[in-house]
């Protein structure tokens, strides 16, 4: 999917594929829950949790920001990785922080020339396709041979109306995937493959209901984080058949392996955006300290 044409054909989603790969595979994967992981809520969206409004006000943009989040927030912040090695790139502390697509266009708009360039990049080769076909090209080939018209607004509701409901199902399943007040925040790096990657992927994971093919793809088999971050190479099927076992093992040397309802997930990640609770600090490596996690058996 990295041609203008694959895009139309195997990927027309908001989320570039290239740059999906550059953000998550490689940065997210490796610095789970860290200052430097790109995806960390509690950083991402310190703006809304510092906001001098009432808790009612907080609430009501995380629910509009649930409705918009892919091509708002997500398309931008992870294109930024493709640019991150490019002449004139933002200081480490401006381009760590989530970058939505008000804050991309304010700054290409001031003149910044690596702003600009993602801009356009971000305008063109993502944005563009999935918009065009879409909110565009379905609205006028249902008016023109169904209606006799050149566009049809009934079906360009029903797009709107199937793009909130996407976003917001996706929200719920990966917005969630990592943040909670029982999920660890981890102070610095590690190595990956080594004890302290894979109690992290446990630690700073959590999962939904799970087990059946019907529920794993409601899920977008987005229910075993934990499984996943210890062996992202793994297929969905593998780790539908794992699960039992890794939870037993976790049971067994008393690692907390986290498992609610994916709406219990969703209350918990939208407190620690409000501001109304936050990810506990880890003093340094999970390894060196098990008292402040370890579950007694």
């Not at 660890?184 to 700073?204: H, M, N, Q, V």
């Not at 087990?211 to 297929?235: K, R, V």
């Amino acid at each position: 999917a990295q041609s203008i044409a694959r895009r139309f054909l195997d990927w027309l989603d908001w989320i570039f594929p290239q740059a999906w790969i550059a953000e998550h595979n490689k940065v997210h994967h490796y610095a789970l829950n860290e200052d430097a992981d790109p995806d960390f809520v509690e950083r991402n969206t310190r703006i809304i949790r510092n906001m001098e409004a009432p808790l009612v006000a907080k609430y009501f943009i995380v629910a509009v920001q649930a409705m918009i989040w892919k091509w708002w927030y997500y398309a931008s912040n992870t294109l930024k990785l493709l640019h991150k090695e490019k002449p004139g790139v933002p200081s480490r502390e401006n381009f760590e922080g989530a970058l939505t697509m008000t804050g991309l266009i304010l700054e290409a708009i001031k003149g910044d020339p690596w702003y600009q360039a993602l801009a356009l990049d971000f305008l063109l080769r993502v944005m563009a396709p999935p918009f065009f076909l879409q909110f565009v090209a379905i609205p006028m080939g249902i008016g023109l041979l169904c209606h006799g018209s050149f566009f049809c607004w009934f079906a360009f509701v029903n797009v709107i109306g199937a793009e909130v409901v996407t976003n917001v199902h996706a929200f719920a399943t990966i917005v969630t995937n990592h943040a909670g007040d029982d999920m660890w925040w981890f102070p610095s790096g590690c190595k990956a493959d080594t004890p302290e990657f894979y109690l992290r992927a446990i630690l700073g994971s959590v999962a939904y209901h799970a087990g059946t093919d019907s529920i794993d793809y409601f899920h977008g088999y987005l229910n075993y984080q934990a499984e996943h971050h210890a062996f992202p190479d793994l297929s969905p099927l593998h780790y539908q058949r794992l699960h039992p076992a890794f939870k037993l093992i976790c049971a067994k040397h008393g690692v907390p392996y986290i498992q609610e309802p994916v709406w219990v997930r969703t209350k918990k990640t939208v407190d620690i955006i409000v501001g109304k609770s936050s990810h506990p600090r880890l003093p340094g490596h999970a390894t060196d300290h098990p008292e402040e996690w370890m579950v007694p058996n």
